[in-house]
């Protein structure tokens, strides 16, 4: 609102030099204040602008990490989907090529949103990096062992000392021995595996990576028939469900998942939550890897 601040009579100013003086001295203050709220609030665009930038680039750095959202690894096929809550992602998925028979792939939701849970994504993909070329070059061999790599991820993350843990199931197929190898970090829903004796949830447990210095993992194998797929899901996906409690939120998952059969992620995606997804409470991850 434009207009007087204040009004003096010219001819009276002498005899009121005090009220005038103090009314100067207070124009003068405010403005004062406006050129500092000037100057902060062009501090602070310049602050947001480089930190839209940084965010940008590590967004780029995490998409650069992940695989291919479709990967083709002999006649095993890997699709995942990740819709983050933030524009950084806690949530993270890989599939690897171990040797000729064996595939890794896991898929881990770390503890919070945002920028420090995205940093344990990164650290996370350079762990497991470091014991595939360890296992090729034959000085480790932990990367064979679902439950040892587990180990080694729980030791490396606590010593970062950053207060960051995440849930993550991490299997190994063999296609020779038509097996599957996994090991459980606390990680809920467990997967779907669906089979000619249909869908159902695997078992085991385990507590989280990152949260204790001695842990105690499930590693579980079971046999693989000739065509199979293994549906994952991050918890981001429970908390949009409607469902009143975690049985009917599971069984959701499992009718989706028999709904969509050898669709891909994005298709369970659009039969469990219909439309675009604006807003999440969680970062939402689905992966599926199967033979047919």
């Known amino acids: 609102r434009s207009g007087a601040n204040d ?27 406006v050129e500092k709220n000037l100057h902060y609030r062009e501090e602070l665009e310049k602050s947001l602008h480089e930190l839209q930038i940084d965010q940008q680039a590590a967004r780029q750095i995490q998409q650069n990490m992940l695989p291919e959202n479709s990967v083709k690894l002999g006649s095993i096929t890997a699709q995942y ?10 949530d993270f998925v890989d599939v690897i090529k171990v040797d000729e028979e064996k595939t890794l792939f896991y898929l881990a939701d770390v503890s919070g949103h945002g920028a420090s849970s995205a940093l344990v994504t990164v650290l996370l993909k350079n762990m497991t990096n470091r014991l595939l070329r360890n296992f090729r070059r034959r000085s480790s061999f932990d990367i064979l062992s679902p439950v040892d790599t587990l180990y080694r991820i729980n030791t490396e993350l606590l010593e970062t000392g950053l207060g960051k843990h995440l849930s993550i199931f991490l299997g190994i197929i063999d296609t020779e021995k038509k097996q599957l190898r996994y090991a459980v970090g606390g990680h809920h829903p467990m997967p779907i595996i669906t089979d000619s004796s249909g869908s159902r ?5 385990g507590m989280p990576v990152g949260l204790f210095p001695e842990p105690m993992f499930d590693e579980r194998k079971i046999s693989l028939e000739d065509q199979y797929q293994i549906t994952l899901f991050s918890d981001g996906i429970l908390e949009m469900l409607n469902e009143g409690d975690m049985i009917a939120k599971e069984q959701r998952l499992v009718d989706a998942v028999v709904e ?4 891909g992620p994005e298709r369970v995606k659009d039969c469990l939550l219909p ?18």
């Open 260 to 263: 969509t059969k050898g669709e």
């Open 81 to 90: 989907l990740l819709i983050p809550s933030l524009y950084l992602s806690g």
């Open 7 to 33: 009004v003096f009579i010219k001819e009276r100013i002498q005899e009121e030099n005090v009220e005038f003086a103090s009314a100067i001295s207070g124009l003068l203050h405010q403005a004062g204040l």
């Open 201 to 205: 949830f695997l078992e085991g447990r």
């Open 275 to 292: 439309g675009i997804i604006s807003e999440a409470p969680d970062d939402i991850a689905i992966m599926t890897i199967c033979r047919q």
